[in-house]
């Protein structure tokens, strides 16, 4: 039970194969890693996922049949809709967040603008400043050349 509660990589299944560590030893596992994980887990789990969609608008109506009794109506890039009675939003933050009240801020590199090699940043002294997983991300991949 310790494993599953601390392992934030995995996604829940009763199927012990699904779970990251049979993907990867690393703390942050590589992204290419991270989508073949997903597509296994769709595939062996037979679910509906659309890749590739845009979802444009959200919306709520009433609907006695439904057990909650409403519907959420989604419409696409391509003006096709989908109806839900449970919808789940967990789409992170996709924009940067730049804090306006914090002085310097303007001579900062923003995560999206950063290089990937780690042996730019070597022997050089880094501060990361961060609110989430894209902080300790970037600190785990140059870790070792700072």
């Not at 696409?76 to 730049?98: E, S």
Request: aromatic share 12%; with cysteine.
């Amino acid at each position: 039970e310790f494993n599953m509660r601390y392992d934030w990589n995995s996604l829940l299944s009763d199927d012990d194969s699904l779970q990251m560590r049979h993907y990867s030893k690393e703390f942050f596992p590589p992204a290419d890693l991270l989508v073949q994980y997903l597509e296994d887990y769709a595939t062996k789990l037979n679910l509906k996922v659309q890749y590739n969609t845009y979802v444009k608008t959200v919306s709520r109506t009433a609907n006695h049949t439904a057990i909650s009794k409403h519907l959420f109506i989604l419409r696409d890039q391509n003006n096709r809709t989908y109806a839900c009675q449970t919808l789940i939003v967990a789409t992170g933050i996709w924009v940067p967040y730049m804090p306006k009240d914090l002085r310097g801020i303007e001579h900062t590199v923003g995560y999206e603008d950063m290089s990937l090699d780690p042996e730019d940043y070597e022997g050089k002294t880094v501060l990361i400043l961060g609110r989430g997983n894209s902080a300790f991300e970037t600190a785990d991949h140059i870790v070792q050349n700072t």
